[in-house]
């Protein structure tokens, strides 16, 4: 019953609905990419302020981001601090609206191994 | 991701809703039937409502300082300047300042019974309730004009219900049963024209809000389906009330108090229920086509 009560909560509260939904992101949602990833972009449907960025591997480490800029604006291009190994990462954000009704979603996109030449 | 900062922030959002409709509602009962009551009742319901008061007030201002974590989704971002700027220029400032105001107002003004407590207390309760109207979704809806209105409307025959139900269960189980009775008759005559008041101004608000029926199958279409189907139960829990056992309370019969203050209490859990689904739903969605971006006044800097 416990787990129940904790899985509604978890699926409610995970699924916070976009008023200004992400309309695009680089890396774009379950890409594989070979080029080394320099930065996050997030690009909105208004202008939000974007208020947290979390990239995780697959194992759930945090990997170092620039922090979002304390300003509002519709793209958000976010330095990425640290060389991304072949794997999969998920881009966790969050922003705020005109009346700070919250938004929050996730992606995830793949970082594949380089081929040697 | 995010988890901690979000119920904390959405819990305290519902208990204020709570709170506040109850200090709000049970003023309103105090105010309409303080001189068909005994005056130690009169005395402690007004002492519930001012508990009530205080308690929606010391959470009002918790969640406020919250807000800032919720809106990064971390606790460590509480005091980020930034953040706690936006949540004042934005409409959630001068709402949260409208319902401390409205309930450090009701709240001092529940001391005792004069003209002028009166009069403290009506500001302090329609300010409480004007705050709903203030933020949120329907500050920034281009008919703000309509809901505003509906929206005052809703709340406050809600609270009319809700902070009834506690002085009504009290009534009916001590004093004479015909005093009980009267106020029972007494407060049906006027529910039955407010209360269809919430349903009414939630339809209007919900016409609005929600503007096709496939956008009823989102989830915040869903939550308010939910909220209907929630009024509905109390309704229908109410008509048992008035139908049957409300004219037995007045008549002594003690088995039918029993039944009668069961079912009372079952509103007032269901409505609790309804307040939280309240929280929820603001909290977490939209109306699938309103704009919440910033506006063109906005100043929205490039990032890079």
């Known amino acids: ?117 | 991701m995010f988890l901690a900062a979000d119920l904390a922030v959405i819990s305290l959002r519902a208990l204020t809703f709570v709170a506040l409709f109850m200090a709000v509602g049970t003023w309103i009962f105090v105010a309409l039937w303080e001189r068909d009551l005994a005056p130690e009742q009169a005395e402690r319901i007004r002492n519930v409502a001012r508990a009530a008061a205080v308690v929606a007030l010391i959470v009002t201002v918790i969640h406020y300082v919250l807000s800032p974590a919720r809106m990064a989704g971390s606790f460590g971002s509480t005091f980020d300047p930034s953040l706690e700027a936006l949540l004042l220029q934005s409409s959630s400032g001068p709402a949260s300042i409208a319902r401390v105001v409205g309930l450090a107002l009701l709240a001092l003004s529940l001391d005792r019974a004069t003209k002028l407590n009166t009069i403290g207390a009506g500001i302090g309760a329609t300010l409480a309730l004007a705050s709903f109207a203030f933020g949120g979704h329907t500050s920034i809806h281009p008919l703000w004009f309509v809901l505003g209105p509906l929206l005052l409307v809703h709340v406050a025959a809600a609270a009319f219900w809700f902070g009834a139900l506690w002085p009504l269960f009290a009534a009916a189980g001590e004093g004479p049963p015909q005093r009980a009775g009267l106020l029972l008759e007494q407060f049906t005559r006027l529910a039955i024209r407010i209360v269809p008041l919430v349903l009414l101004a939630g339809v209007g608000m919900s016409v609005v809000f929600v503007r096709s029926v496939s956008e009823l199958a989102t989830p915040y279409g869903a939550m308010l389906i939910a909220k209907t189907v929630g009024f509905g139960g109390c309704m229908a829990l109410a008509g048992v009330n008035k139908g049957r056992f409300a004219p037995a309370v007045g008549a002594g019969n003690e088995r039918a108090t029993w039944a009668f203050r069961r079912i009372v209490a079952a509103e007032w859990a269901l409505i609790v229920v309804i307040l939280v689904t309240t929280a929820v739903m603001t909290s977490l969605y939209a109306p699938e086509h309103l704009e919440g971006a910033f506006g063109a006044g906005h100043s929205a800097e490039p990032t890079h």
Request: glycine share 6%.
């Open chain 1, 1 to 117: 019953m416990r787990y129940l009560f904790s899985a509604v909560l978890l699926a409610i509260v995970s699924t916070a609905a976009a008023h200004t939904p992400l309309t695009a992101t680089v890396p774009a949602a379950k890409a594989t990419v070979s080029a080394p990833v320099k930065e996050i972009v997030l690009e909105f449907g208004g202008d939000v302020r974007l208020t947290a960025v979390v990239l995780t591997d697959a194992q759930g480490a945090n990997k170092k981001v620039a922090a979002a800029p304390a300003t509002v604006a519709k793209k958000f291009a976010l330095a990425v601090e640290e060389d991304l190994k072949p794997g999969a990462y998920t881009v966790n954000w969050r922003a705020v609206g005109a009346d700070t009704h919250v938004v929050s979603g996730d992606f995830r996109f793949t970082v594949a191994a380089a081929t040697p030449l």
